[in-house]
């Protein structure tokens, strides 16, 4: 049967757009395994994430300027700045310890994101690396790693959280068994996995009996439910975790006396067990250091709240340098990625009351140890460190560096049901780090 000339010219078009689609699958396909193989893996097998609640200001710590004069209202850095092991690389003054371990640490200085600069969305921001919507619930970093990596040993978890509990640090799509264990007293393991009082051995036997079946009875009526599922598998990890083992991990009497007073305060005390969970197998450990009782405000440092920033600062230098020493006594600072991060970082004029207010648009993040090719500084912002001058480093960049440092491709995609979601929002890993 002979075709129509419209019929011929339709079915022409149609198996050229069915080539051109073919090619562009095809080519896109070469592109994303070229940009994997030009990704540079390096050998890091855990996180400490040290996270500075309020938004550290980068002019004051990490990225100094000239001088300022806060009574003036002159913008400019509070504190004098020092040479470090680094040369060309300099710190404040309250950062004595690490500023000799600078050849161990590179100072990202050009992180920056467009988030409306308030607290909460762009903690959300620095934890998930996207912004709030309506129709996904993103996983932080810590979950994407616990999901990707698991934890080192049955043992442990993959993910512990020492500070409050927050949605940011959450699992989103990924489902509990991503999910943190988190604790806020150092002095004793996380509330729930001991038993409680009046509870022995055996009655304990009896109940977990029980619980065996009523969990078995639920996993067979909603066999296809993922809410019971996830919950299920939370109730298996949280027995897995009650036993003696795990509990070890939180003794930290069993350190030497004169260790934990090297790592100081309870922030000091918060950095020596994330050592310790670490070296039992832990992949992820956020550390949160917005302790208000050290200077009244944190890091959010407005009014005169700033007065005794040097203080939080100080108690920063002295756990971090520690931390750094212990790892690498234990062989485990070119296993552990230490990332300093914080919401925002602070511009550098004063306000009204002397301190100063919130900055997105250039601040300072840090990374130490992870086998890391560490500089002491990456990245120039301008002289008031207001303004990235080059290398600007976004925040999907950053959760790139951290993923590509720990062997995980930061190209990957991850799925929320059908949906595909890029494991950093298309994010691009500091290559002069992992080469």
């Given at each position: 049967?002979?075709?129509?000339?419209?019929?011929?010219?339709?079915?022409?078009?149609?198996?050229?757009?069915?080539?051109?689609?073919?090619?562009?699958?095809?080519?896109?396909?070469?592109?994303?395994?070229?940009?994997?193989?030009?990704?540079?893996?390096?050998?890091?097998?855990?996180?400490?994430?040290?996270?500075?609640?309020?938004?550290?200001?980068?002019?004051?710590?990490?990225?100094?300027?000239?001088?300022?004069?806060?009574?003036?209202?002159?913008?400019?850095?509070?504190?004098?700045?020092?040479?470090?092991?680094?040369?060309?690389?300099?710190?404040?003054?309250?950062?004595?310890?690490?500023?000799?371990r600078m050849d161990?640490?590179?100072?990202?200085?050009?992180?920056?994101?467009?988030?409306?600069?308030e607290h909460a969305?762009?903690?959300?921001?620095?934890?998930?690396?996207?912004?709030?919507?309506?129709?996904?619930?993103?996983?932080?970093?810590?979950?994407?790693?616990?999901?990707?990596?698991?934890?080192?040993?049955?043992?442990?978890?993959?993910?512990?959280?020492?500070?409050?509990?927050?949605?940011?640090?959450?699992?989103?799509?990924?489902?509990?068994?991503?999910g943190y264990l988190?604790?806020?007293?150092?002095?004793?393991?996380?509330?729930?996995?001991?038993?409680?009082?009046?509870?022995?051995?055996?009655?304990?036997?009896?109940?977990?009996?029980?619980?065996?079946?009523?969990?078995?009875?639920?996993?067979?009526?909603?066999?296809?439910?993922?809410?019971?599922?996830?919950?299920?598998?939370?109730?298996?990890?949280?027995?897995?975790?009650?036993?003696?083992?795990?509990?070890?991990?939180?003794?930290?009497?069993?350190?030497?006396?004169?260790?934990?007073?090297?790592?100081?305060?309870?922030?000091?005390?918060?950095?020596?067990?994330?050592?310790?969970?670490?070296?039992?197998?832990?992949?992820?450990?956020?550390?949160?250091?917005?302790?208000?009782?050290?200077?009244?405000?944190?890091?959010?440092?407005?009014?005169?709240?700033?007065?005794?920033?040097?203080?939080?600062?100080?108690?920063?230098?002295?756990?971090?340098?520690?931390?750094?020493?212990?790892?690498?006594?234990?062989?485990?600072?070119?296993?552990?990625?230490?990332?300093?991060?914080?919401?925002?970082?602070?511009?550098?004029?004063?306000?009204?009351?002397?301190?100063?207010?919130?900055?997105?648009?250039?601040?300072?993040?840090?990374?130490?140890?992870?086998?890391?090719?560490?500089?002491?500084?990456?990245?120039?912002?301008?002289?008031?460190?207001?303004?990235?001058?080059?290398?600007?480093?976004?925040?999907?960049?950053?959760?790139?560096?951290?993923?590509?440092?720990?062997?995980?491709?930061?190209?990957?995609?991850?799925?929320?049901?059908?949906?595909?979601?890029?494991?950093?929002?298309?994010?691009?890993?500091?290559?002069?780090?992992?080469?």
């Open positions: 049967m002979l075709q129509s000339r419209r019929s011929w010219l339709q079915n022409v078009a149609a198996g050229g757009t069915a080539i051109a689609a073919s090619s562009a699958g095809v080519n896109g396909l070469l592109r994303a395994n070229e940009s994997k193989a030009a990704t540079p893996f390096g050998k890091a097998e855990h996180v400490i994430s040290i996270w500075l609640g309020g938004g550290m200001g980068q002019i004051d710590t990490f990225d100094p300027k000239r001088l300022g004069d806060q009574k003036a209202r002159k913008p400019g850095s509070l504190y004098k700045s020092i040479d470090t092991a680094v040369s060309g690389v300099s710190v404040c003054e309250h950062l004595p310890r690490l500023a000799e161990r640490v590179t100072a990202v200085r050009t992180v920056h994101h467009d988030v409306i600069d969305a762009a903690t959300n921001r620095m934890h998930t690396g996207r912004v709030v919507t309506g129709t996904v619930t993103y996983p932080s970093l810590g979950s994407v790693v616990a999901h990707e990596l698991g934890a080192a040993d049955s043992s442990v978890p993959p993910y512990v959280l020492i500070g409050y509990p927050n949605v940011t640090r959450g699992p989103g799509f990924l489902g509990a068994s991503s988190y604790l806020t007293d150092t002095s004793k393991g996380p509330s729930g996995l001991s038993l409680p009082h009046g509870i022995d051995a055996e009655r304990q036997s009896r109940r977990e009996q029980l619980l065996s079946a009523t969990r078995a009875s639920a996993r067979r009526r909603y066999e296809n439910d993922s809410a019971v599922a996830n919950y299920d598998s939370v109730i298996e990890q949280s027995l897995r975790l009650s036993g003696p083992e795990f509990g070890e991990v939180f003794e930290l009497e069993n350190e030497s006396g004169q260790l934990r007073n090297q790592y100081g305060s309870e922030f000091g005390q918060r950095c020596l067990l994330a050592r310790r969970l670490v070296q039992r197998g832990v992949r992820f450990v956020e550390v949160s250091h917005n302790l208000n009782f050290i200077n009244g405000t944190g890091w959010d440092v407005h009014n005169d709240g700033i007065n005794k920033q040097h203080e939080l600062i100080r108690d920063l230098d002295t756990a971090m340098s520690t931390l750094i020493d212990d790892l690498e006594k234990h062989s485990m600072l070119d296993k552990t990625l230490i990332m300093v991060s914080s919401e925002f970082g602070r511009p550098p004029g004063f306000d009204a009351g002397g301190g100063r207010g919130h900055q997105g648009k250039a601040f300072t993040c840090v990374l130490a140890g992870g086998g890391l090719n560490h500089s002491g500084a990456y990245g120039l912002t301008d002289e008031l460190s207001q303004n990235i001058v080059e290398s600007p480093v976004s925040v999907p960049d950053l959760f790139a560096t951290v993923h590509a440092s720990l062997g995980i491709d930061p190209q990957k995609l991850l799925y929320d049901g059908d949906r595909p979601i890029p494991i950093t929002d298309n994010g691009k890993p500091i290559e002069s780090l992992l080469v």
